[in-house]
């Protein structure tokens, strides 16, 4: 799968120059958007068919700082994906360099528009079947 590239803006630094910690996981968001909609299923048609996805928890641990102008590549893993939720990985790289900058993932779990929880086997059995086809843990 392709790699997910941000520029980082002048905004995301704060006053020593350095990518703020928080703008690791909008960077996330970002490549989880853009790797759903390469495979398939954008975010846009899952809530089209009346799923929505919240984010149930989100991890990030910063191995080495970015700054204004560098290009970080982002490779997003589908590490679990079960009926009612899933889990993605994060691989952030500084795109010059090759280093590495951060580890991250979230988990997902999957509710109607009322709100209420759902099964992906019922709901949308054809997008369960592509995370499971590309889960690194394979259940």
């Given at each position: 799968?392709?790699?997910y590239?941000?520029?980082?803006?002048?905004?995301?630094?704060?006053?020593?120059?350095?990518?703020?910690?928080?703008?690791?996981?909008r960077?996330?968001e970002e490549?989880?958007v853009d790797?759903?909609?390469?495979?398939?299923?954008p975010y846009?048609?899952?809530?089209?068919?009346?799923?929505?996805s919240?984010?149930?928890?989100?991890?990030c641990?910063?191995k080495?700082s970015t700054?204004?102008?560098?290009?970080?590549?982002?490779?997003?893993?589908?590490?679990?994906?079960?009926?009612v939720?899933?889990?993605?990985g994060?691989v952030?790289?500084?795109?010059?360099t090759?280093?590495?900058?951060?580890?991250?993932?979230?988990?997902?779990c999957?509710?109607?528009?009322e709100?209420?929880?759902l099964s992906?086997?019922?709901?949308?059995?054809?997008?369960?079947?592509?995370?499971?086809?590309?889960?690194?843990?394979?259940?």
């Amino acid at each position: 799968m392709d790699l997910y590239t941000h520029r980082i803006a002048y905004y995301e630094t704060d006053r020593m120059g350095v990518a703020h910690h928080s703008n690791y996981i909008r960077w996330m968001e970002e490549a989880r958007v853009d790797f759903l909609e390469r495979i398939g299923w954008p975010y846009g048609k899952m809530e089209e068919l009346g799923v929505l996805s919240p984010v149930i928890a989100v991890n990030c641990e910063y191995k080495k700082s970015t700054t204004f102008d560098d290009l970080v590549s982002i490779r997003v893993t589908v590490r679990e994906a079960r009926p009612v939720k899933t889990v993605i990985g994060y691989v952030m790289t500084n795109a010059k360099t090759g280093e590495l900058v951060a580890v991250g993932e979230s988990s997902h779990c999957y509710l109607n528009r009322e709100g209420r929880p759902l099964s992906l086997k019922r709901a949308l059995p054809d997008f369960l079947e592509k995370l499971q086809s590309l889960a690194e843990e394979k259940l």
